[in-house]
């Protein structure tokens, strides 16, 4: 059965450096469904309300179920906006959803944003404006990652729940 990582949280927080590192580390058949780039790469398309990326977003996770062994969806993915995506999750994968929210605080996630390759492409004011604090889903239980938790920590966390069931 194909499990599902959900690592959501507010911009700058980690979530496609920790998607990315558990990819590597399940490695083959693993399936990273990223918000940023199926929504500003594959579609170059607004987000919020009617967004084109969660239909194709939710056809990703349909696919995924069925051809590779652990799927990672991350991003933003406010949870009013893709409530239709969680309720997709949970009809696709069952019990076999492992879900994790970054509770980081705008400063950091700034200072962490700096530090990246794309981060001449928006700055703290962009990252405000998305902001959306302690944005938890209330149909799915999400794990809280907080400032105190280091990425290796996270990452080895998260691999040895998934790949113990």
């Known amino acids: 059965m194909s499990k599902l990582i959900i690592i959501r949280g507010n911009s700058g927080s980690g979530k496609s450096t920790l998607a990315g590192r558990l990819q590597r580390k399940f ?5 990273v469904i ?3 780039t199926v ?3 594959m579609l170059w398309a607004k987000d919020g309300e009617g967004t084109p990326a969660l239909p194709l977003m939710e056809e990703l996770l349909r696919y995924g179920r069925r051809h590779s062994e652990v799927v990672i969806l991350e991003g933003i993915l406010d949870a009013r906006v893709y409530e239709r995506l969680f309720e997709t999750a949970k009809e696709e994968f069952g019990e ?3 879900a994790y929210y970054y509770d980081i605080p705008f400063e950091e996630t700034v200072r962490r944003h700096n530090t990246r390759p794309k ?3 928006f700055g703290a004011e962009d990252i405000k404006r998305w ?3 302690k944005d938890f ?3 799915i239980a999400e794990e809280i990652f907080t400032l105190e ?7 080895d966390l998260i691999y040895n729940r998934v790949a113990g069931m």
């Open 27 to 31: 490695g083959r058949n693993t399936m």
């Open 149 to 155: 938790i280091r990425l290796e920590e996270a990452e």
């Open 131 to 133: 902001w959306n604090e």
């Open 119 to 121: 981060a001449h492409s």
């Open 34 to 36: 990223s918000q940023d």
């Open 137 to 139: 889903l209330g149909n």
């Open 39 to 41: 929504r500003r790469e």
């Open 96 to 98: 076999n959803i492992f």
